[in-house]
């Protein structure tokens, strides 16, 4: 499994689609706190994170960005908005989707909420031990 991994981080990917800070959200396969919780991850990573959708899953990540930005997490840094033409599912031929790439940023106080929050499981994992 290592070796798969390491792999992994070795390929070299020249297409712009590709970043490793980049989350595209879907609005049917991972529940809304995933996406929170992934873009805390990466945050703390790489210090900015993209979040990016297509159609229906842009409600998705509005909210997503909006949580993390009213509980002191992340500031917003840049929003861009297109349309891309996809094939239909149905027809064959080509449908507009709209889509969003909301990118977030670290607060100064990111990493202190972070320990706060990693305090407070601990706290709850030991009470619950005893």
Aim: charged content about 25%; cysteine-free; aromatic content about 6%.
């Amino acid at each position: 499994m290592e070796e798969v991994t390491e792999g992994l981080n070795n390929i070299n990917i020249s297409n712009d689609s590709y970043r490793k800070n980049r989350i595209q959200v879907s609005n049917t396969k991972k529940p809304l706190f995933f996406y929170v919780n992934l873009a805390k991850r990466y945050m703390q990573q790489h210090n900015e994170v993209e979040l990016s959708a297509l159609g229906m899953a842009i409600a998705t990540v509005v909210t997503v960005a909006e949580i993390l930005k009213n509980n002191g997490f992340a500031v917003e840094k840049k929003i861009m908005t297109s349309t891309v033409e996809m094939n239909g599912e149905s027809r064959g031929r080509p449908v507009q989707k709209a889509k969003i790439e909301i990118v977030l940023g670290k607060t100064e106080n990111f990493d202190e909420l972070m320990a706060a929050a990693q305090e407070e499981r601990e706290l709850g994992y030991a009470e619950e031990q005893s």
